[in-house]
């Protein structure tokens, strides 16, 4: 199924950014490939005429990061 493949996916991804071993390298590559997908999913909304509020878009994107670091934060300072 597409949820399997994409969790799989997702899942190799994760596991590629952990294999770099310098934090400050990986958070380099990571944001690159996060901008390439953007870039990706914006081109194919266009390609298929699906409207795409970018504005919109990129704030519940970062809204998103935002949470995920805070939550990583959080069980940092839990340890």
């Not at 991804?13 to 390439?36: G, L, T, V, W």
């Amino acid at each position: 199924s597409n949820g399997a493949e994409a969790r799989e996916f997702s899942e190799l991804e994760a596991a590629f950014y952990q294999s770099i071993q310098d934090p400050q390298e990986r958070a380099e590559i990571k944001f690159h490939m996060q901008k390439e997908w953007r870039e990706l999913f914006s081109n194919f909304c266009v390609s298929v005429s699906q409207p795409l509020d970018a504005d919109a878009w990129l704030s519940s994107v970062e809204e998103m990061d935002r949470r995920v670091s805070q939550a990583k934060d959080a069980a940092r300072t839990a340890r």
